[in-house]
């Protein structure tokens, strides 16, 4: 059994605690979390010792993984800074497989990634790092999901999808094949996209339309330097 801290310590961390729990070989040793209403309680039995400042204790006490144990909904800038941080202190960020979901063998599945109970990723897709495909999700063969994305609960993904980095794509939501979701685009809850979508922009409804489109400068784009941390 080799020992993981998890950073993070809300409902997803939880989802995750008992995602490696049910695939076996790890053992989650810690949280780490921002909110100091959390410090000292326990989460499915595991102790939240304090925010990502205690990082090199963690490292020095021989723990040498860790999972983001933060979901995202419109916004995954806060898993991307998370990841950051533990690749800072040379932790290896795990896999978490669901024993229930399905990998097709010829896919690939970068690292830290979050496959939940029931999703499915099929022949010769490939996916980032980084990035969560939430409990029932499908992603269809040749699909390319990028980093930092959330592929939320019953989305579904044609084959030849293509995810840019930071994008969300809403519970439920259906993605017409070989299509373009956009760097950092939002797919409402239930939307059915039938074009591509821009960078940046939010679409919804059935079919989906652009209801807004984001200018500002995007956290998400450029490389993976390390930015302030969001536990302090």
Known sequence: MRRVVGLGAGGHAGVIIEALRLAGGW??????????????????????RGD???????????????FIGVGGTADNAPRRRLFDEAIAHGLELVPVLHPSAYIAPSARVGRGCSILARAVINTAAS???NVIVNTGAIVEHDCTIDDDVHIATGAQLASGVH?????HVGV???VRQSLVIGDNAIVGVGAAVIEDVPNGATVGGVPARELKHSSEHDPLKGSRAL??????
């Open 27 to 48: 053992h989650v040793a810690a949280l780490l979390d921002s909110d100091p209403g959390l410090h000292g309680k326990e989460v499915f039995g595991v102790p939240v």
């Open 52 to 66: 990502v400042s205690m990082l090199p204790e963690i490292v020095e006490e021989g723990i040498t993984a860790a």
């Open 127 to 129: 996916i980032g790092d």
């Open 163 to 167: 995810v840019g980095s930071g994008a």
């Open 172 to 174: 439920g939501a259906s």
């Open 227 to 232: 930015p302030q941390s969001p536990c302090e």
